[in-house]
């Protein structure tokens, strides 16, 4: 595993699809944070992060595509399937180097809130008299980074399997980008209503599975700094379920 982990990295930094994605994500990251907190005299971290998972719709797919189609497309699959490693340690590697860059995107975006903490530390010695909270508050923001995290990594997992069913990285790219938007957008059905007020889904078990299927309703109690363990083995779960799903493909083609 450790020897496909270190040559996806690789490939990462050789083409430029990594810098490519880091670049994308820190800018567009900085310029949410700046809108959202800064400009709008907030230290409510909230909408940021709900903003920058929608932008995941697009940058989850530029981290996803390549890994197994581009094994296809460059005729090395083979190569791959009959390489000493498992069909696991194969899809593992894979799935890490994606895991890897991305997680280091979010930590690095982190320092967008620097500005947050000097701002409300100013705000906090220039008034003496107030009792409330001035600054970001750090347990919120905490939340909200595991969070997105753990949401991404599910994602991940998904656009690796997607990649590995598609023949090229284009087809996948597409793909992936319809599958992580229905995911992500799945909880606004629930909140769609009639000219008098009335939801547009009325039926209450339709309504219930959507909203526990939903990916973005189960990230709202991270926003507010409460640890949603529940959330945490949903994420866990569709992660494995998807990943299993890519070692059964690819064991399929090896001794299909």
């Given at each position: 595993m450790?020897?496909i982990?270190?040559?996806?990295?690789?490939s990462?930094?050789?083409?430029?699809i990594?810098?490519?994605?880091?670049?994308?994500?820190?800018v567009f990251?900085?310029l949410l944070c700046?809108?959202t907190t800064?400009?709008?005299s907030?230290?409510d971290?909230?909408p940021?992060?709900?903003y920058l998972?929608l932008?995941?719709?697009?940058?989850?797919?530029?981290?996803?595509m390549?890994?197994?189609?581009e094994?296809r497309k460059?005729r090395?699959?083979?190569l791959l399937l009959?390489?000493?490693?498992?069909?696991t340690?194969?899809?593992l590697g894979k799935?890490?180097?994606a895991?890897t860059?991305?997680?280091?995107?979010?930590l690095i975006?982190?320092?967008?809130?620097v500005?947050l903490?000097?701002?409300?530390?100013?705000e906090s010695?220039?008034?003496t008299y107030?009792?409330?909270?001035?600054?970001p508050i750090t347990g919120e923001?905490v939340g909200s980074?595991?969070?997105?995290i753990?949401?991404?990594a599910?994602?991940?997992?998904i656009?690796?399997?997607i990649?590995a069913?598609t023949?090229?990285?284009?087809?996948a790219?597409?793909i992936?980008?319809?599958?992580?938007?229905l995911?992500l957008?799945l909880?606004?059905f629930?909140a769609?209503?009639?000219?008098?007020?009335?939801p547009?889904?009325?039926s209450y078990p339709i309504?219930?599975v959507?909203?526990?299927v939903?990916?973005?309703g189960?990230?709202?109690?991270?926003?507010?700094?409460?640890?949603?363990?529940?959330?945490?083995?949903?994420?866990?779960?569709?992660?494995?379920?998807?990943?299993f799903l890519t070692?059964?493909?690819y064991?399929?083609?090896?001794?299909g």
């Amino acid at each position: 595993m450790l020897a496909i982990y270190r040559k996806e990295m690789r490939s990462y930094f050789i083409n430029p699809i990594g810098y490519i994605y880091l670049g994308v994500f820190l800018v567009f990251s900085a310029l949410l944070c700046c809108y959202t907190t800064i400009i709008s005299s907030s230290y409510d971290t909230a909408p940021y992060f709900t903003y920058l998972i929608l932008t995941f719709i697009i940058l989850i797919p530029i981290l996803t595509m390549r890994l197994f189609a581009e094994e296809r497309k460059l005729r090395t699959e083979q190569l791959l399937l009959t390489a000493p490693v498992t069909i696991t340690g194969m899809v593992l590697g894979k799935y890490f180097a994606a895991l890897t860059l991305y997680v280091s995107g979010i930590l690095i975006s982190c320092i967008n809130f620097v500005p947050l903490y000097i701002i409300g530390h100013a705000e906090s010695n220039g008034n003496t008299y107030s009792q409330t909270h001035i600054g970001p508050i750090t347990g919120e923001i905490v939340g909200s980074v595991i969070a997105v995290i753990l949401l991404g990594a599910a994602l991940i997992a998904i656009g690796t399997l997607i990649s590995a069913l598609t023949e090229n990285q284009l087809s996948a790219a597409v793909i992936t980008i319809g599958v992580v938007a229905l995911m992500l957008l799945l909880n606004v059905f629930n909140a769609l209503t009639d000219k008098n007020g009335q939801p547009l889904i009325d039926s209450y078990p339709i309504r219930f599975v959507l909203s526990w299927v939903s990916i973005m309703g189960r990230f709202a109690a991270f926003t507010n700094g409460f640890f949603d363990y529940a959330a945490l083995l949903y994420y866990a779960s569709l992660a494995f379920i998807f990943l299993f799903l890519t070692v059964r493909v690819y064991e399929k083609r090896r001794w299909g």
